[in-house]
């Protein structure tokens, strides 16, 4: 017969009762059992032993079952002494009120087969055991080492390295992201971020230009039969008045571009063609003409040639990069912490971004924890390079490119949540719900404000 004996090490009364409900026994951790027969004693003897217990200082040492076999999980002076969140506790007593073994069957159940091995065993962390002494029939729900698929550094280096296992380009299915924890990687983010800023340049010209000419059909043309050549002339800003106008940054982003775009179909191969951000264009005086066009309204002239040269390059580029599309044209950033679960912490931005980074250094919240949303390049930097949280070690940072063009129901984005659990590593086996679902935001979508 199939033994089902489980352990549940902390706060999991919803574990507890499914797996009770399938025909499960539970086992109960050997420092329940302790503090179960104190429970029969006096309330002060119970009280007063408790006490001593609490510093005892036994944690850490391998516990010992009836017949004095040496268990694979630590003993400790609380097997529920944990830090865990408020909400768990609430849920932990309301289980303990709505108590569903008033005959205490299950406890008696748990007593006698306190001297067997549990085939399942459920932890908050993998630290409550020890691995050497598990046997070949017991699972534990958690695998060691599992950065790879429960951290956002690890994905991004799996990401990385997929290229080396399957013929799949992960550009194709996942945002641009880089870590941030060598000079290398914080290299490539820099000019993938300065390549970006040139692509969305030229779909900012586009953009204007195309506004422009819906303003000038709008006028009745009563001249007949004019020449072409009376479109090939400079089309002049429309930008409120005193905006500033940089006839040459077109032309930069232009030239940027078709050297990422020769890159791209590899015709840099045969000749010495250096990377488009190691060319002579001054990045940092581009990124501030750029951030005032992005972000401040500032107008661009834009000539017929250079109009039609945007739309070709943009249009061969979007061959190339399948993301060019969602990219919109704005350049926003996501940072988030490399390894903490659920992007925990305050959450920062840039707020309206037409803000402008400050240059003495950033606020204190803008060097949160939690995940961050940013259209400026010092900004990115600064955070990953600066910041002093506690909970973030240095260089454990991913920044990814947000995407600006996203699917939204009724205005709202959302994101789609799918839990899956991993059974065996050779082969890789991974088992997940068809069904998943789906998490809202408390507000409209917008660009304008990031911190959102």
């Known amino acids: 017969a199939q033994e089902k004996i489980f352990m549940v090490r902390g ?17 109960k951790h050997p420092s329940m059992h302790r503090q179960m027969e104190q429970h029969r004693g006096s309330q002060n003897k119970q009280q007063l032993e408790t006490e001593t217990s609490n510093g005892g200082g036994q944690q850490g040492k391998a516990l010992l079952n009836p017949r004095g076999r040496a268990e694979p999980f630590l003993e400790t002076t609380d097997p529920l002494h944990y830090p865990w969140p408020p909400a768990e506790e609430k849920e932990e007593k309301e289980e303990e009120q709505c108590d569903e073994d008033p005959s205490a069957i299950h406890d008696l159940m748990s007593y006698l087969v306190q001297d067997q091995r549990p085939n399942f065993i459920w932890t908050s962390f993998l630290e409550a055991t020890d691995r050497k002494l598990l046997q070949q029939d017991q699972v534990v729900n958690h695998y060691p080492r599992v950065d790879a698929f429960t951290s956002k550094e690890g994905l991004c280096l799996s990401l990385q390295n997929l290229l080396w296992i399957e013929q799949a380009d992960p550009n194709t299915f996942f ?4 870590p941030l924890g060598t000079i290398d990687d914080q290299e490539a983010f820099i000019e993938d971020f300065c390549l970006t800023a040139a692509g969305s340049l030229l779909k900012l010209a586009l953009e204007e230009a195309g506004d422009r ?3 000038t059909k709008q006028v009745p043309n009563f001249a007949e039969g004019a020449s072409e050549s009376h479109i ?24 940027v571009c078709k050297q990422h775009l020769e890159i791209l179909q590899h015709h840099d191969i045969d000749r ?10 001054n990045w940092d005086h581009f990124l501030q003409d750029y951030y005032h066009v992005a972000h401040e ?16 390059l943009l249009q061969h580029l979007a061959e190339q990069l399948p993301q060019l599309g969602m990219e919109g044209k704005l350049s926003v950033w996501i940072l988030k912490p490399g390894a903490k ?19 003495g250094g950033f606020p204190p919240s803008r060097c949160s924890p939690g995940i961050t949303c940013t259209t400026w390049l010092e900004e990115v930097l600064q955070l990953a390079r600066g910041c002093t949280a506690p909970v973030v070690r240095v260089g454990r940072w991913v920044v990814q490119k947000y995407v600006e063009r996203l699917l939204t129901i009724f205005g709202t984005k959302f994101d789609s949540r799918q839990w899956f659990v991993v059974t065996d590593w050779k082969p890789l086996t991974v088992w997940f719900y068809h069904d998943c679902y789906l998490c809202f935001c408390s507000r409209p979508f917008s660009l304008c404000h990031l911190e959102r």
């Open 11 to 27: 706060p999991y009364p919803t574990i507890l009762r499914l797996l009770r409900a399938r025909g499960w026994v539970e086992r």
């Open 213 to 215: 000419l819906m303003e």
């Open 232 to 255: 090939s002339h400079p089309m002049h800003s429309t930008a409120r008045p005193g905006s500033p106008l940089y006839p040459e940054l077109v032309e930069d982003a232009l030239e």
């Open 272 to 281: 010495n063609t250096q990377s488009p951000c190691r060319t002579c264009i």
């Open 175 to 178: 945002p641009w992201c880089y």
């Open 297 to 312: 309204g500032a107008g661009l002239v834009l000539t017929r040639r250079q109009q039609n040269q945007c739309q070709d």
């Open 341 to 359: 679960s659920q992007g925990k912490g305050k959450a920062g931005g840039s707020g309206e971004h037409t803000e402008p980074p400050h240059l």
